[in-house]
C-alpha cells in the first residue's frame, strides 16, 4: 500500500446503532491491514464511541460523516458534524480564537486527569491530556469533556476545528501504526 485508502461512513446519530458502525470501521482495517487490526482495535472502538457518542448528544440531529484514511504509517478517522462549535470555557475565548491568548487553554481538569488545548489557528485546537496523581477525592463528578480525555489517550493525535461557515464541527483523531 502505497498511497492512502478512504472510505467515508454515514452515521445515522442513533445510540442503537453504533457497535455496526464501529464493526464497520474495524472491518476497514482487517481488509486492509489485518496484520494491525490486533495492535489498535481496541483503541478505534474506544474513540469511535466517544466521537459518535459526542454527535449524539451535541447535534440537532442529521447524519454525522466518517471519513477512514489509511496509510503504511497511520490510521486516521475524522468526524464531521454540524451544529453548534466546541464551547471553549477559558476567560471569554470563543470563535474565532484569539492567537493572543498565552499558553495552553485548560477545557477540564479534576484530581486524576487535566484536558488542555493548544490553538493551531483561530478556528482551530489541537488537544492534549495530563495525569496527577490520585488526590483520593471522589471522583463521581465526571465532566462533559471527559470522552475527549479518553480519545486523547487513546489517539497519538487529537484535533478539532470549526468551519463558521459550514458550521461544521470537524474532528481528526490519527493512531500511529508503526
Known sequence: MEQAIRQILIFPNRADKIYTFIQKVVGFIEQYMPEKVSKVSFNIRVIVT????????????????????????????????EGTPFDIKHDGAGWPLDEGIKGPIKIYSDVLNGLYANIVSPY?????????????????????????????????????QYNPRSRQNIFTVTINLV
Open 124 to 160: 482551530s485546537l489541537s488537544f492534549y491530556t495530563e495525569s496527577y496523581a490520585d488526590a483520593g477525592e471522589d471522583h463521581a463528578d465526571l465532566s462533559e469533556h471527559y470522552g475527549l480525555i479518553i480519545i486523547c489517550r487513546a489517539s497519538d493525535s487529537f484535533v478539532y
Open 50 to 81: 466517544e466521537l459518535l457518542t459526542n454527535s449524539i448528544k451535541h447535534t440537532g440531529g442529521g447524519d454525522t460523516g466518517v471519513e477512514l484514511i489509511l496509510t503504511p504509517t497511520t490510521f486516521t478517522i475524522k468526524k464531521t458534524d
